[in-house]
């Protein structure tokens, strides 16, 4: 029943934002594909500050149909959970997103034949500089991943426009880049940004929390149909 329906939902990405998505992650393949493979490049700023645009762009992806423009007003009359729906997009953009990122780590390796670069891990809160595999790579960021999702998907409900997801997802990025994750504080998005009063293991279990707390808020929104309809006795 699931896979029915992802197929469904898989189908109804066809259009504009397949497009720009597809083409910038074309364009983030080929920053290091056609790179000079004796000077690898710095995997920490892929990982981190060049994927997570992508989160955000995949996401609007993966929601746009629903909760995105004139449709939505449509999609609110229909008789369906409003939490079954999230939920189940939610789960179809972390299955996209764990492609999305083997893909391009594994033609990273391809060209460099190596992964290393800064990292924590869990149990170990000290930086370190090392050789990693896909999973201590991902595991590291997925937190981050998941929580700009989240505002994107929050953008997208509260909106009901697609430039308001990609405000929230993008805006968020952007300030704490230009901020050097000071906008978060012990929240920031990027590992090198954690300050010292923090911890590895604390930043990424609160990324985690507040993208649960998010995902109801956006559910909550989302079950107020009165606020999608502009008049609800047109149906």
Request: proline share 2%.
């Amino acid at each position: 029943m699931m896979v029915s329906k992802w197929q469904q939902d898989l189908k109804g990405m066809w259009g504009t934002w397949l497009f720009v998505t597809t083409g910038c992650y074309g364009l983030f393949l080929a920053s290091f594909i056609f790179a000079d493979a004796d000077y690898p490049k710095d995997l920490f700023y892929l990982n981190e500050l060049f994927m997570i645009p992508l989160v955000t762009l995949v996401t609007v992806l993966v929601f746009q149909k629903e909760f995105g423009g004139y449709f939505s007003e449509v999609f609110a009359t229909f008789p369906l959970k409003m939490w079954e729906v999230i939920v189940r997009k939610f789960t179809l953009l972390v299955v996209l997103l764990i492609s999305i990122h083997l893909l391009w780590v594994g033609l990273y390796w391809l060209k460099f034949g190596q992964l290393q670069t800064v990292t924590y891990d869990y149990a170990n809160h000290e930086m370190s500089y090392k050789t990693l595999n896909w999973l201590e790579l991902f595991s590291q960021s997925l937190p981050s991943y998941l929580f700009v999702a989240a505002i994107t998907v929050v953008g997208l409900v509260f909106s009901k426009k697609v430039y308001g997801g990609l405000g929230a997802g993008f805006g968020l990025w952007m300030l704490e880049v230009l901020t050097g994750g000071g906008f978060l504080g012990r929240w920031t998005l990027f590992t090198i940004y954690i300050p010292t009063e923090g911890t590895f293991t604390e930043n990424r279990v609160s990324l985690i929390v507040i993208t649960v707390l998010l995902g109801i808020i956006s559910v909550l929104w989302a079950e107020r149909r009165g606020k999608w309809v502009t008049n609800e006795d047109m149906y």
